[in-house]
């Protein structure tokens, strides 16, 4: 495991500010212990430095994963957020979305979130910034875009797409049959 690199640190900060804002400050400043962000085989992991001391022990190839996988960095050198990170993402996000129950399992098939399944949305929502989407019984589901501001949302056609799906706890289930 290895310390991000100036530009990989900038990515990786740009697009979790587009989901946490100024809360990223929570996930470095922490009071229960000194957390860092190490990248390993192009994968971005949040570690307890305690946990890291012990995981250097361990070759770099046969260590599988330590910590909580934030994403990763596709071939193109861009940074794609995983499913794995969004209890920070649901604990910290700036932005939410909640979804009534008729909706919540379109969402889960890997669907976007339509006008028409939106059951709230936080005051002040901007267009094209990330956005955690819960049910009504505040369950986090996954995270996306949010394409609508607060007010569009409001004259919105109940079939437009409000939410664009990035991901969502649905893929375990979808992803089990490629394995």
């Not at 994963?65 to 934030?70: E, Y």
């Not at 499913?83 to 979305?97: Q, S």
């Not at 002040?124 to 501001?149: A, E, Q, R, W, Y």
């Amino acid at each position: 495991m290895r310390v991000l690199s100036e530009e990989e640190t900038q990515q990786f900060f740009e697009k979790l500010a587009k989901f946490l804002g100024s809360n990223i400050k929570f996930l470095v400043d922490r009071e229960d212990g000194e957390y860092v962000f190490r990248l390993h085989s192009s994968r971005v992991y949040y570690i307890n430095s305690e946990v890291l001391k012990m995981a250097s022990h361990v070759g770099k190839d046969e260590l599988m994963s330590a910590g909580t996988i934030f994403g990763k960095f596709t071939k193109s050198g861009k940074f794609k957020l995983n499913i794995t990170c969004l209890d920070y993402l649901a604990k910290y996000c700036k932005y939410k979305v909640w979804v009534k129950p008729n909706g919540e399992q379109t969402y889960l098939y890997g669907n976007h979130v339509l006008k028409g399944h939106l059951a709230r949305i936080t005051e002040n929502t901007p267009s094209n910034t990330g956005v955690v989407v819960f049910s009504i019984t505040d369950i986090p589901l996954g995270f996306g875009m949010c394409m609508k501001t607060t007010q569009q949302c409001r004259d919105l056609d109940p079939t437009q797409v409000v939410v664009i799906n990035q991901a969502d706890v649905g893929e375990y289930l979808r992803s089990e049959d490629d394995i």
